[in-house]
């Protein structure tokens, strides 16, 4: 099990996501970074907002770090939700799309874009979803 | 230039996705700023499957985008959040979906088998029309 939110997890992403033909093939014309904010429960034991930053390019995903707000804040698509959500969305009882929606996920960034390449999107969602996962209420 | 106004509360995702959408396609492409310039009109979308609804209020140069239903709206669309998706990426022949690519047809199957259901037809086709091309990112 990999905690969630931690380098090693961003790290154990990275690599299934690379590994990944479908999503490889959902995203051939994706080019942009897209940060994850993942923002504080202390109720939880998550008691301050990470950010994360993919670097994704043609399919391809190039890095997968923690970086600062300032760096997260900069990318081209910011999606942003409080770690109850993440969970939700990594346990598939939240449908990312369905989860924009609702407003349980908020993203910014050029929603044409975006809207294109849905399918990439749930492939992500998807490979999040294998990596086998403790959060910090679990452990 | 065209107006769009979102009178939406944050927590509103669908209202921003539709108002951002919009409004990006009028920058992107300014000739779209036409379908708004004799319409009048009102479209209602409810997403069955995630509990939505928002309503899409057309004025001559304007739109308003409101997460709210509109009493005696045009048109009423009701979908799934995917199917909605799909009506924004389909290539469209005169405001419509296209049945003559895959995706057109997927379109029509969706609303054969009432996952995708418009209720104000025919009268709301130019508010269908207007609507679609201001979505579509196909």
């Not at chain 2, 709210?68 to 022949?93: E, Q, Y």
Request: hydrophobic share 45%; charged share 25%.
């Amino acid at each position: 099990m990999t905690a969630f939110g931690t380098q090693e997890w961003l790290e154990a992403y990275e690599a299934r996501i690379n590994a990944s033909e479908s999503y490889r093939e959902a995203a051939a014309s994706w080019e942009g970074a897209v940060a994850f904010v993942f923002e504080a429960e202390p109720d939880r034991g998550w008691p301050r907002t990470e950010h994360a930053l993919l670097d994704l390019w043609h399919g391809e995903c190039r890095s997968a770090r923690l970086v600062s707000r300032e760096e997260a804040e900069a990318a081209p698509f910011v999606i942003r939700a409080p770690l109850t959500r993440w969970q939700q969305v990594i346990a598939r009882e939240l449908d990312p799309v369905k989860g924009m929606m609702q407003g349980k996920l908020r993203l910014s960034g050029d929603l044409p874009t975006i809207v294109r390449h849905v399918r990439a999107a749930k492939e992500l969602v998807d490979l999040a979803a294998a990596i086998p996962t403790e959060f910090p209420d679990e452990s | 230039m065209a107006e769009v106004h979102l009178r939406a509360g944050g927590e509103a995702g669908l209202a921003h996705m539709v108002a951002g959408l919009i409004e990006a396609n009028l920058d992107a492409d300014p000739s779209r700023e036409r379908l708004l310039s004799g319409r009048r009109g009102a479209v209602e979308i409810v997403v069955f499957d995630s509990g939505v609804t928002v309503g899409v209020t057309f004025v001559p140069g304007a739109v308003t985008v409101t997460d709210a239903p509109v009493p005696g709206a045009d048109l009423r669309v009701a979908t799934g959040a995917d199917d909605l998706m799909a009506l924004t990426t389909v290539p469209l022949r005169a405001g419509l979906p296209d049945p003559t690519t895959p995706a057109g047809r997927a379109v029509v199957a969706a609303m054969l088998r009432g996952r995708l259901r418009a209720r104000g037809l025919p009268g709301g086709l130019g508010a269908l029309r207007t609507l679609t091309r201001l979505l579509s990112v196909a």
